[in-house]
């Protein structure tokens, strides 16, 4: 519920699940932004646990989160989208539809709210840019932070 409620104090509101992942893939299909892997170079996770049969050349990570911009930015200039901190997401938490859809939208009402992007304490694979997981939204833990979208 902070998240949410900074986000409109700053004039804008966090993103939908579908807008922060369209935000994160910046035009790219895999499962990360930077290709079939993530490595200790691009992005802030448990370097122990790379995705699939990708390899870092650092295995002992951060362990903590880091300021934004430490590593490179993806194609539409976001940093931290993959690992650093799990971000909120305005969708309450749901299964998705088996039907074809364009910039769907989460249900109207849930118990648990949208988190997307991993944190520095997960495997890469839950940093995929297709990668959900849910959560309350009064929790608070030092892996989760948030992005604000803003309109002109």
Do not use: M
């Amino acid at each position: 519920y902070g998240a949410d409620e900074f986000a409109r104090y700053a004039g804008g509101r966090l993103p939908t699940e579908a807008e922060w992942e369209y935000a994160c893939r910046a035009g790219s299909s895999g499962p990360f932004n930077t290709g079939n892997c993530l490595s200790n170079t691009q992005a802030n996770y448990n370097w122990e646990a790379p995705y699939n049969n990708c390899v870092n050349t650092v295995t002992v990570g951060l362990i903590k989160s880091q300021v934004s911009g430490l590593f490179p930015a993806n194609a539409f200039g976001l940093y931290d989208t993959h690992g650093n901190v799990w971000e909120w997401c305005n969708d309450w938490y749901g299964e998705y539809s088996s039907a074809n859809q364009t910039d769907p939208i989460g249900p109207a009402s849930g118990t648990e709210k949208v988190l997307r992007g991993g944190g520095y304490t997960n495997y890469a694979r839950y940093c995929r840019s297709a990668s959900r997981f849910k959560h309350l939204p009064d929790a608070y833990y030092p892996f989760v932070g948030f992005r604000i979208v803003t309109e002109p």
